[in-house]
């Protein structure tokens, strides 16, 4: 029997102040309870909670995808002016996984970038640093917070469809 799994690739815990409750270890043995084989954690704008998520699934068994829900500039990173117009979001998310080695390096260091470099009220990138640190990583289009979703809700499916090739251009064939 071909049986079909739920793998959870949008999850946020306690490490994501404001939307996230779940702490590692519950969350750990409830995806065990719920058959799970695998489980991802993409906490807002951070990693902080990387090693605890990665030790506490690999004790249950389960494989640890890491990852996170960044915060995507509109234009640049390094822009405090606010590019953003009158009813326009400041930045989009963008779901990050590492599917491997160099893609968890890749998602520390833009993780770490997003806060030395890009910080204005959360941590941000831009596609310039995203396309520098693509590599190993696959891209999720998020929440209604992403940059497609976003713009297909003010009815600008041209905007959306093209940002959609963009990012598909970037983070290469298959990866987003």
């Known amino acids: 029997m071909n049986e079909k799994k739920f793998v959870h690739l949008h999850l946020h815990t306690d490490y994501s102040l404001l939307d996230g409750a779940i702490q590692i270890k519950p969350l750990a043995q409830r995806v065990v309870e719920l058959g799970m084989p ?26 640890p995808i890491i990852g996170c829900e960044v915060y995507i500039a509109r234009g640049s990173r390094k822009d405090r002016a606010g590019a953003a117009g009158p009813g326009q979001k400041a930045n989009f998310h ?9 893609g968890y390096r890749n998602l ?15 941590p941000r990138i831009d596609r ?3 396309a520098e640190h693509s590599k190993g990583l696959i891209a999720l289009s998020a929440c209604m917070s ?30 987003y």
Do not use: W
């Not at 963008?94 to 160099?102: F, G, N, R, Y």
């Not at 992403?146 to 598909?168: H, I, N």
């Open 108 to 122: 520390v260091r833009l993780t770490s970038r997003a806060y030395t470099e890009g910080f204005y009220y959360k």
């Open 146 to 175: 992403g940059m497609p979703s976003a713009m297909l809700a003010r009815d600008c499916f041209e905007d959306a469809a093209s940002t959609a090739v963009e990012f598909q251009e970037i983070m290469g064939k298959g990866n």
């Open 128 to 130: 310039e640093l995203l």
């Open 94 to 102: 963008l779901i990050l996984l590492a599917k491997d080695l160099e």
């Open 38 to 63: 695998a489980c991802a954690m993409t906490d807002h704008g951070n990693m902080f909670g990387a090693i605890s998520f990665y030790q506490a699934m690999k004790a249950q068994g389960v494989k």
